[in-house]
């Protein structure tokens, strides 16, 4: 109904969209005032009593505005009310996050490189130098021959 309103901008569409949408919305608070009367009836009971006051007790404690969060799920996915619970399962969680070794890798040591080392030419630097944008962070830059030189051999230039 709404997509048709909105391709037709007609007043008769208009008309029909709001009568359907009335209909529905009327439709939906007969249903939920259905289903709140069997709980409103259950509410009513002995231990619908002992209900009312938890929800009383939930919906304060929802309200109030906590600088700490004081509900924290247990290994179970059980929600934890209680302060000294909490702390005990950030306690948990803590030692287990701060105590777990993870795998490390050996670092090979490598023989330093012993072949012919080409020299980085003036016109090299130079063309390098010239494509920087001036205010920008520049850290590597890959020369014509793929070679990888860091900005400091650049600066050691001067007058670039």
């Known amino acids: ?13 208009k008309r ?30 002995p231990e619908g009593e002992k209900k009312i006051y938890r929800i009383a007790k939930a919906r304060d404690l929802a309200s109030k505005d906590l600088t700490h969060i004081r509900q ?39 023989e330093p490189n012993q072949g012919i080392v080409r020299e980085i030419e003036r016109s090299e630097v130079e063309l390098a130098l010239s494509s920087m944008k001036n205010g920008k962070a520049q850290m590597v830059y890959q020369l014509k021959h793929g070679k990888v030189w860091g900005r400091m051999v650049w600066t050691c230039y001067g007058e670039c």
């Open 1 to 13: 109904m709404k997509k048709k309103w909105d391709l037709s901008g007609r007043d008769e569409d």
């Open 72 to 110: 924290v799920k247990n290994c179970d996915g059980l929600v934890l009310r209680d302060e000294n619970a909490v702390k005990t399962r950030w306690r948990e969680y803590f030692n287990t996050l701060l105590n777990e070794e993870n795998p490390r890798e050996a670092v090979e040591e490598r």
């Open 16 to 45: 029909e969209y709001r009568e359907a949408n009335k209909e529905s919305k009327k439709a939906v608070a007969i249903a939920k005032a259905k289903e709140l009367e069997e709980v409103y009836k259950e509410l009513e009971t």
